[in-house]
Nanobody, 130 residues
Framework: HLQVVESGGGLVQPGGSLRLSCAASGVTFGSRLDYYGIGWFRQAPGKEREGVSCISTRDDRTSYADSVKGRFTISKDNDKSTVYLQMDGLNSGDTAVYYC???????????????????WGQGTQVTVSS
């Protein structure tokens, strides 16, 4: 049974940093035959959901939304079946609920545009404010 659990959200001042974690049980990281795209979406009040970043469980392929390129870094720990999103240079536009998601679609631009995914976490709030 596949399940994802996020952690690491909170309140941070503009220019600050946060690291989100997504523990994905039931996913075999590193398998070349059984693989997923895993990553993050976010949704701010009154705005559409936005794909932020993803990483492949099979290799090191990653993808980022233009709005976060150069500021956010996604990584994974295969042994812990966990994906991390390091967020630096945060600004008020990054305030949102961040959801970890897992899907069979390979990580790439198409993954960031998914309308729905196979599995979602419960979400973690990120608030950037002074």
């Amino acid at each position: 049974h596949l399940q994802v659990v996020e952690s690491g959200g909170g309140l941070v001042q503009p220019g600050g940093s946060l690291r989100l974690s997504c523990a994905a049980s039931g996913v075999t990281f590193g398998s070349r035959l059984d693989y997923y795209g895993i990553g993050w979406f976010r949704q701010a009040p009154g705005k559409e959901r936005e794909g932020v970043s993803c990483i492949s469980t099979r290799d090191d392929r990653t993808s980022y939304a233009d709005s976060v390129k150069g500021r956010f870094t996604i990584s994974k720990d295969n042994d812990k079946s966990t994906v991390y999103l390091q967020m630096d240079g945060l600004n008020s536009g990054d305030t949102a609920v961040y959801y970890c998601a897992v899907d069979r679609v390979s990580c790439g631009r198409n993954w960031l545009l998914l309308i729905k995914t196979d599995y979602w976490g419960q979400g973690t709030q990120v608030t950037v404010s002074s």
